[in-house]
Structure formats: structure tokens, C-alpha cells
């Protein structure tokens, strides 16, 4: 493959490659049950802390936990929105 052909093909995959990631990223932040089942004492994610803030009703850091999530979450769509802006093909 030439370099000029390589040099065309890296923004259109670039795009593919991040919205992709984005994707799989959203997925795994909504869904505990994997994280749940091979969490260990030590080695929880958020998912898994959230849950167990429920458990115990400790609303208020369970609360705050949830916004750093939403937050996680929108930098995330934000920065793929940016991302895919700056190599839109025209």
C-alpha cells in the first residue's frame, strides 16, 4: 500500500475507530453484572461501588458517584463529537 493511500485512509479510520470505542465504553459503564462477578475486595469499579453504596444507603456518595459517572460519560460523547467533527469528510 502506498503512503498517499494510507495517508487518505487514516481519517476515515479514525472516525469508525472512536465511535466504536465510544460505543463499547457506554455499554460497559451500564452494565455491572461482569464487573459484579469478578470484583475482589480492593479491585471494585465504579459499577460495582455504586451497588454497593445501594446495598448500604449511603445515598449521598452514591449520589456523587453517579455524577462523576455522568460526567465520565459526557466527556466521553463530547470528545467523539470533537473527534468526529475534526475528521468529517466533506
Avoid: C, H, Y
Avoid at 452494565?31 to 461501588?49: C, D, I, N, W, Y
Amino acid at each position: 500500500m502506498e503512503l498517499s493511500a494510507l495517508m487518505e485512509a487514516v481519517p476515515l479510520l479514525i472516525t469508525g475507530i472512536v465511535s466504536g470505542w465510544i460505543l463499547m465504553a457506554s455499554m460497559f459503564v451500564r452494565e455491572p453484572t461482569l464487573s459484579v462477578v469478578l470484583s475482589r475486595p480492593g479491585t471494585e469499579v465504579l459499577a460495582v461501588q455504586i451497588l454497593r453504596f445501594a446495598e448500604d444507603g449511603l445515598w449521598g456518595k452514591l449520589s456523587a458517584l453517579g455524577l462523576v459517572m455522568i460526567g465520565i460519560s459526557t466527556a466521553l460523547v463530547v470528545a467523539a463529537t470533537l473527534v468526529g467533527n475534526r475528521f468529517k469528510t466533506i
